[in-house]
Protein backbone atom coordinates (compact mmCIF):
# COMPACT_ATOMS: atom_id res chain seq x y z
CA UNK A 1 0.00 0.00 0.00
CA UNK A 2 1.17 3.56 -0.32
CA UNK A 3 0.98 6.60 1.60
CA UNK A 4 -0.55 9.73 -0.39
CA UNK A 5 -1.00 13.20 0.11
CA UNK A 6 -2.63 16.20 -1.38
CA UNK A 7 -0.45 19.24 -0.91
CA UNK A 8 -2.26 22.53 -1.76
CA UNK A 9 -1.97 26.36 -0.79
CA UNK A 10 -3.93 26.30 2.25
CA UNK A 11 -4.09 22.17 3.49
CA UNK A 12 -2.28 18.98 3.09
CA UNK A 13 -4.24 16.13 3.43
CA UNK A 14 -3.59 12.30 3.32
CA UNK A 15 -4.25 8.79 3.95
CA UNK A 16 -2.75 5.22 3.15
CA UNK A 17 -4.61 3.53 -0.14
CA UNK A 18 -4.29 0.00 -0.96
CA UNK A 19 -3.45 -1.16 -4.85
CA UNK A 20 -6.97 -1.89 -4.89
CA UNK A 21 -8.00 1.53 -3.68
CA UNK A 22 -9.49 0.78 -0.40
CA UNK A 23 -8.18 3.52 2.12
CA UNK A 24 -8.39 4.87 5.58
CA UNK A 25 -9.69 8.29 7.02
CA UNK A 26 -8.18 10.91 5.10
CA UNK A 27 -6.12 13.27 7.97
CA UNK A 28 -6.09 17.03 7.10
CA UNK A 29 -3.92 19.63 8.68
CA UNK A 30 -3.53 23.55 7.59
CA UNK A 31 -0.06 24.31 5.90
CA UNK A 32 2.28 26.52 7.57
CA UNK A 33 3.39 29.59 4.92
CA UNK A 34 6.86 28.32 5.28
CA UNK A 35 9.25 25.91 4.23
CA UNK A 36 10.53 24.25 7.57
CA UNK A 37 6.57 24.56 8.71
CA UNK A 38 5.66 22.94 5.62
CA UNK A 39 8.81 19.69 5.94
CA UNK A 40 7.57 19.33 9.39
CA UNK A 41 3.68 19.08 8.71
CA UNK A 42 4.16 16.69 5.83
CA UNK A 43 6.54 14.72 8.58
CA UNK A 44 3.91 14.61 11.07
CA UNK A 45 1.17 13.58 8.45
CA UNK A 46 3.65 10.79 6.85
CA UNK A 47 4.32 9.97 11.13
CA UNK A 48 0.63 9.83 11.76
CA UNK A 49 -0.24 7.81 8.36
CA UNK A 50 2.59 5.15 8.68
CA UNK A 51 1.34 4.35 12.22
CA UNK A 52 -1.98 3.83 11.16
CA UNK A 53 -1.31 2.02 7.61
CA UNK A 54 -2.63 -2.12 8.07
CA UNK A 55 0.19 -3.46 5.36
CA UNK A 56 3.55 -2.59 4.68
CA UNK A 57 4.05 0.87 2.74
CA UNK A 58 6.15 0.72 -0.79
CA UNK A 59 5.98 4.42 -1.57
CA UNK A 60 4.54 7.87 -0.96
CA UNK A 61 2.82 9.34 -3.25
CA UNK A 62 2.07 13.67 -3.61
CA UNK A 63 -0.25 14.84 -5.84
CA UNK A 64 0.50 18.78 -5.24
CA UNK A 65 -0.11 22.27 -7.08
CA UNK A 66 3.16 23.09 -9.34
CA UNK A 67 4.93 23.53 -11.71
CA UNK A 68 6.92 20.59 -10.66
CA UNK A 69 9.77 18.29 -12.05
CA UNK A 70 7.81 14.61 -11.82
CA UNK A 71 11.48 13.09 -12.32
CA UNK A 72 13.75 14.74 -10.46
CA UNK A 73 10.68 15.13 -7.57
CA UNK A 74 11.04 18.28 -7.02
CA UNK A 75 9.18 21.93 -7.33
CA UNK A 76 10.26 24.09 -10.01
CA UNK A 77 8.83 27.79 -9.77
CA UNK A 78 5.45 27.41 -8.64
CA UNK A 79 2.59 29.94 -9.01
CA UNK A 80 1.45 30.21 -5.43
CA UNK A 81 3.54 28.49 -3.34
CA UNK A 82 6.73 30.44 -3.57
CA UNK A 83 8.39 29.26 -0.05
CA UNK A 84 8.42 25.77 -1.86
CA UNK A 85 10.47 26.76 -5.00
CA UNK A 86 13.08 24.31 -6.11
CA UNK A 87 12.20 22.03 -2.94
CA UNK A 88 13.25 18.54 -3.40
CA UNK A 89 10.41 17.17 -1.66
CA UNK A 90 11.97 13.03 -2.86
CA UNK A 91 15.01 13.42 -1.37
CA UNK A 92 13.65 14.87 1.76
CA UNK A 93 11.35 11.95 2.58
CA UNK A 94 13.36 9.33 1.08
CA UNK A 95 16.27 11.27 3.79
CA UNK A 96 13.04 10.83 6.65
CA UNK A 97 11.42 7.93 5.88
CA UNK A 98 13.63 5.80 3.65
CA UNK A 99 10.31 5.81 1.03
CA UNK A 100 10.25 6.46 -2.23
CA UNK A 101 8.36 9.55 -3.60
CA UNK A 102 5.79 9.77 -6.69
CA UNK A 103 5.03 12.79 -7.33
CA UNK A 104 1.97 14.81 -9.84
CA UNK A 105 0.53 17.71 -10.49
CA UNK A 106 -2.93 17.87 -8.51
CA UNK A 107 -5.17 18.11 -11.68
CA UNK A 108 -3.66 15.04 -13.33
CA UNK A 109 -3.62 13.01 -10.01
CA UNK A 110 -7.14 13.87 -9.89
CA UNK A 111 -7.77 12.71 -13.35
CA UNK A 112 -6.08 9.26 -13.03
CA UNK A 113 -8.45 8.93 -9.74
CA UNK A 114 -11.29 9.63 -11.63
CA UNK A 115 -10.51 7.42 -14.67
CA UNK A 116 -9.63 4.23 -12.22
CA UNK A 117 -12.24 4.68 -9.12
CA UNK A 118 -14.07 8.00 -10.13
CA UNK A 119 -16.68 8.70 -12.30
CA UNK A 120 -14.96 7.75 -15.02
CA UNK A 121 -14.69 4.15 -13.81
CA UNK A 122 -14.11 1.90 -15.83
CA UNK A 123 -12.29 3.50 -19.28
CA UNK A 124 -8.88 3.71 -19.99
CA UNK A 125 -9.35 7.06 -21.61
CA UNK A 126 -10.76 10.74 -20.82
CA UNK A 127 -10.37 14.31 -20.24
CA UNK A 128 -10.86 15.58 -16.61
CA UNK A 129 -11.34 19.02 -15.84
CA UNK A 130 -11.45 20.42 -12.25
CA UNK A 131 -12.94 23.36 -11.23
CA UNK A 132 -12.09 25.11 -8.25
CA UNK A 133 -9.82 28.37 -7.11
CA UNK A 134 -8.19 27.65 -10.14
CA UNK A 135 -8.60 25.21 -13.81
CA UNK A 136 -7.09 22.08 -13.55
CA UNK A 137 -6.95 19.29 -16.09
CA UNK A 138 -5.79 16.06 -16.66
CA UNK A 139 -5.88 14.15 -20.26
CA UNK A 140 -5.48 10.13 -19.53
CA UNK A 141 -4.88 7.89 -22.81
CA UNK A 142 -4.38 4.31 -22.28
CA UNK A 143 -4.53 4.65 -18.51
CA UNK A 144 -1.56 7.16 -18.15
CA UNK A 145 -0.84 10.39 -17.80
CA UNK A 146 -0.12 12.26 -21.19
CA UNK A 147 1.93 14.87 -21.00
CA UNK A 148 2.19 16.42 -24.45
CA UNK A 149 5.21 17.92 -25.31
CA UNK A 150 4.89 20.28 -22.66
CA UNK A 151 6.98 18.89 -19.41
CA UNK A 152 4.49 19.78 -16.91
CA UNK A 153 1.61 18.35 -19.15
CA UNK A 154 -1.25 20.41 -20.79
CA UNK A 155 -2.32 23.08 -18.85
CA UNK A 156 -6.02 23.65 -21.13
CA UNK A 157 -6.77 26.18 -18.29
CA UNK A 158 -4.98 28.49 -20.02
CA UNK A 159 -6.88 28.00 -23.37
CA UNK A 160 -8.15 31.26 -25.07
CA UNK A 161 -11.84 31.68 -24.50
CA UNK A 162 -12.39 35.70 -25.03
CA UNK A 163 -11.10 38.63 -23.44
CA UNK A 164 -14.39 40.01 -22.72
CA UNK A 165 -13.78 39.96 -19.33
CA UNK A 166 -10.81 41.81 -18.85
CA UNK A 167 -9.37 39.29 -15.91
CA UNK A 168 -5.87 38.87 -16.34
CA UNK A 169 -5.22 35.06 -15.07
CA UNK A 170 -2.44 33.95 -13.19
CA UNK A 171 -0.27 32.81 -15.54
CA UNK A 172 -0.27 36.35 -17.30
CA UNK A 173 -2.46 36.19 -20.41
CA UNK A 174 -5.99 37.79 -20.57
CA UNK A 175 -8.46 35.60 -21.68
CA UNK A 176 -7.75 32.15 -19.99
CA UNK A 177 -10.99 29.71 -19.76
CA UNK A 178 -9.44 29.72 -16.31
CA UNK A 179 -10.79 33.36 -15.51
CA UNK A 180 -13.99 32.31 -16.88
CA UNK A 181 -14.99 29.27 -14.59
CA UNK A 182 -12.35 29.43 -11.69
CA UNK A 183 -14.20 30.25 -8.00
CA UNK A 184 -14.19 33.61 -7.68
CA UNK A 185 -15.95 34.20 -11.68
CA UNK A 186 -18.83 32.21 -10.29
CA UNK A 187 -18.84 34.20 -6.71
CA UNK A 188 -19.26 37.08 -9.15
CA UNK A 189 -21.86 35.44 -11.50
CA UNK A 190 -24.05 34.84 -8.42
CA UNK A 191 -23.30 38.58 -6.94
CA UNK A 192 -24.61 40.08 -10.65
CA UNK A 193 -27.52 37.75 -10.35
CA UNK A 194 -28.19 38.71 -6.80
CA UNK A 195 -27.32 35.52 -5.09
CA UNK A 196 -26.27 36.53 -1.62
CA UNK A 197 -25.12 33.47 0.44
CA UNK A 198 -22.08 32.97 2.74
CA UNK A 199 -20.79 30.06 1.38
CA UNK A 200 -20.45 27.78 -2.05
CA UNK A 201 -22.08 25.40 0.03
CA UNK A 202 -25.07 27.87 0.93
CA UNK A 203 -24.71 28.52 -2.82
CA UNK A 204 -25.14 24.97 -4.11
CA UNK A 205 -28.56 24.46 -1.38
CA UNK A 206 -29.76 27.57 -3.31
CA UNK A 207 -29.40 25.87 -6.40
CA UNK A 208 -31.20 23.14 -5.51
CA UNK A 209 -33.94 24.32 -4.26
CA UNK A 210 -34.40 26.09 -7.54
CA UNK A 211 -33.55 29.85 -6.76
CA UNK A 212 -34.03 31.81 -9.61
CA UNK A 213 -31.27 34.09 -9.23
CA UNK A 214 -28.86 31.08 -8.99
CA UNK A 215 -30.43 29.36 -11.82
CA UNK A 216 -29.94 32.60 -13.67
CA UNK A 217 -26.10 32.62 -12.45
CA UNK A 218 -25.82 28.89 -13.15
CA UNK A 219 -26.98 29.01 -16.58
CA UNK A 220 -24.32 31.78 -17.85
CA UNK A 221 -21.80 29.28 -15.96
CA UNK A 222 -22.94 26.50 -18.14
CA UNK A 223 -23.11 27.80 -21.27
CA UNK A 224 -18.97 29.03 -20.46
CA UNK A 225 -18.32 25.61 -19.25
CA UNK A 226 -19.85 24.35 -22.60
CA UNK A 227 -17.48 26.46 -24.63
CA UNK A 228 -14.70 25.20 -23.21
CA UNK A 229 -15.54 21.55 -23.57
CA UNK A 230 -16.68 22.05 -27.14
CA UNK A 231 -12.76 23.99 -28.19
CA UNK A 232 -11.35 20.89 -25.86
CA UNK A 233 -13.44 18.07 -28.24
CA UNK A 234 -12.51 19.96 -30.94
CA UNK A 235 -8.35 18.89 -30.12
CA UNK A 236 -9.44 15.50 -28.26
CA UNK A 237 -12.82 13.98 -29.32
CA UNK A 238 -12.67 11.90 -25.76
CA UNK A 239 -15.56 9.83 -25.42
CA UNK A 240 -15.72 10.62 -21.65
CA UNK A 241 -15.51 13.92 -19.83
CA UNK A 242 -14.89 13.98 -15.91
CA UNK A 243 -15.80 17.43 -13.93
CA UNK A 244 -13.72 17.45 -10.64
CA UNK A 245 -12.74 19.71 -7.76
CA UNK A 246 -15.09 21.93 -5.28
CA UNK A 247 -17.17 23.38 -7.82
CA UNK A 248 -18.21 20.15 -9.55
CA UNK A 249 -21.08 20.33 -6.82
CA UNK A 250 -22.83 22.99 -9.35
CA UNK A 251 -22.53 21.11 -12.09
CA UNK A 252 -25.47 18.84 -11.81
CA UNK A 253 -27.36 22.49 -12.40
CA UNK A 254 -26.05 23.46 -15.19
CA UNK A 255 -25.31 19.97 -16.69
CA UNK A 256 -28.33 20.49 -19.12
CA UNK A 257 -26.76 23.87 -20.09
CA UNK A 258 -23.85 22.69 -20.68
CA UNK A 259 -24.79 19.74 -23.60
CA UNK A 260 -26.68 22.35 -25.21
CA UNK A 261 -24.06 24.47 -25.42
CA UNK A 262 -21.97 21.85 -26.86
CA UNK A 263 -24.86 20.61 -29.13
CA UNK A 264 -25.40 23.93 -30.69
CA UNK A 265 -21.28 23.99 -31.60
CA UNK A 266 -21.32 20.57 -32.77
CA UNK A 267 -24.90 20.99 -35.11
CA UNK A 268 -23.16 19.71 -38.13
CA UNK A 269 -20.18 17.32 -36.42
CA UNK A 270 -22.15 15.98 -33.99
CA UNK A 271 -19.48 12.78 -33.40
CA UNK A 272 -17.66 15.18 -31.67
CA UNK A 273 -20.18 15.33 -28.80
CA UNK A 274 -18.60 13.15 -26.08
CA UNK A 275 -20.68 10.49 -25.00
CA UNK A 276 -20.57 10.63 -21.14
CA UNK A 277 -20.05 13.96 -18.92
CA UNK A 278 -19.25 12.47 -15.49
CA UNK A 279 -19.29 14.51 -12.38
CA UNK A 280 -17.17 13.37 -9.51
CA UNK A 281 -19.11 11.76 -5.91
CA UNK A 282 -16.29 13.25 -4.11
CA UNK A 283 -13.61 15.18 -5.58
CA UNK A 284 -11.21 15.35 -2.23
CA UNK A 285 -10.68 11.90 -2.75
CA UNK A 286 -9.60 11.73 -6.08
CA UNK A 287 -6.17 13.19 -6.49
CA UNK A 288 -5.07 10.84 -3.27
CA UNK A 289 -6.46 7.68 -5.50
CA UNK A 290 -4.42 8.91 -8.66
CA UNK A 291 -1.16 8.76 -6.45
CA UNK A 292 -2.23 5.46 -5.63
CA UNK A 293 -3.22 4.64 -9.20
CA UNK A 294 0.34 6.24 -10.12
CA UNK A 295 1.96 4.01 -7.76
CA UNK A 296 0.09 0.36 -9.27
CA UNK A 297 1.18 1.58 -12.80
CA UNK A 298 4.66 2.36 -12.44
CA UNK A 299 5.41 -0.97 -9.97
CA UNK A 300 3.37 -2.40 -13.08
CA UNK A 301 5.86 -0.98 -15.46
CA UNK A 302 8.80 -1.77 -13.68
CA UNK A 303 7.93 -5.91 -13.45
ZN1 LIG B 1 -3.89 31.55 -17.88
Redesign the pocket.
Known amino acids: MYICLDLGGTNIRGTWISEQGDHGRVELFSRPRSLEGTRETMASLIRSILEQAPGRVRGIGLATAGPLDHLKKRYLRTTNMPELNMFPVGSFVQERFGLPLLMENDAQAAALGEVWKGCLAGTKDGLVITLGTGVGSGVIMDHEIWRGAHFTGPEL??LYLGSELGLV???G?VG?A?TWLRKSSLEDLFCREGVFSQSLQEAAELAAAGNSGTVRALKIYGQRLGLFLSSLQVVFGFKNIGIGGGLSAFVPFCQDTVRRTLEARFHKRNWWLPGKIGISSDPDMSALLGMARAWVLSEQARD
Open positions: GHCGCQCE
